[in-house]
């Protein structure tokens, strides 16, 4: 048995709308996302709240699946391996993920996570799967040195007084593990293309969010979630999980990875915007530097950069 996948197409050939208006819509809703689930996690309790939607994101990925025809099967010694990696890419991360937007402010959430492309670089070079000029090292101090702006500032009080510290520490292990589960599951991408590795080890790690949070959902009080948490729940589980791994996979396929990429770079940009539309996160200074720290270094770790087949899909789900 093996995965397959739609075979490719020419640039044209396919498309049903403008591959650069699809990534631009994911980059809005994951932009977006951080300000909704940090809204909702005031009524939802986090494990409660994650558990439900993957199962809600699970359900419409696989109704994708089966409407464009993608068969998601592996060859047997390679499934136990792809269970242990769905564990990490989303139980582990997403455990991490939650809580750490829960203990921290959206923005500061958004800049922690758009680290994952450095890490994954360093990564890599410690595997000796690329190499990089100085260029890019210096792109790799610059960014760490913007994270640690970032945390300086947070662990001095300049987010309106709240220590948010331990919430961004949390989201930087977030970004670890998917940086590790990104780097492990390379050949796996390569080999059985991205869309049916993702979701395999989503629809595993919706089996251990759902084991692991029962006792969360059982006390969970859903009678009393408002409207408005409940469809933070419906954007942060059908939009940014699941709609958002077709866009990207589209974006891919019709763009590459390298120009997708550059688009993902402005999440952040764009979740510091809306949660300071949203929640009232007026941008401090710190964050301002440290968020031109962080996108310079990542622009200039990007630069002559020799990869040997890194997986397309950088960037975590939300």
Known sequence: MSASQPRSTSSSEGRRFSPDLAIVLLVLIWGSNFSVVKSALSEFNP?????TRFVLASAVLAVFLAISGVRVRFPK??????????????VLYQGLFIYGIDGTRAGNAALMLSTVPLIVTVLSVALKHETISRAGWAGVVLSISGIVVILW?????????????????????????????????????????????TAF????????????????????????????????????????????????????????????????????VVALLVAWLTLG??????????????????????????PVELPEDLLPPE
């Open 153 to 197: 500032g947070s662990s001095r009080g300049l987010s309106f007084g709240s220590d948010t510290i331990r919430g961004d520490l949390i989201m930087l292990g977030s970004a670890l593990a998917w940086s590790v589960y990104t780097v492990l599951s390379s050949p796996y991408v390569q080999k059985y293309g991205t869309l049916p590795v």
């Open 201 to 268: 080890t989503m629809w595993i790690g919706t089996v251990g969010l759902v084991a692991v949070s029962t006792p969360a959902l059982l006390a969970q009080d859903w009678i009393s979630i408002t409207p408005g948490a409940w469809g933070g729940l419906v954007f942060s589980g059908a939009f940014s999980l699941a709609l958002a791994y077709i866009l990207w996979y589209y974006g891919i396929r019709h763009l590459g990875s390298s120009r997708t990429a550059v688009y993902s770079n402005t999440v952040p």
């Open 77 to 90: 010694q390679d499934v136990m391996r792809l269970v242990g990696l769905g564990l990490l890419g989303n």
């Open 281 to 306: 996160e007026v941008p401090t200074m710190v964050q301002v530097v440290g968020t031109v720290m962080i996108l310079g270094g990542i622009g200039l770790a990007r630069l002559r950069r020799k």
């Open 47 to 51: 494990l409660a709240f994650n558990a």
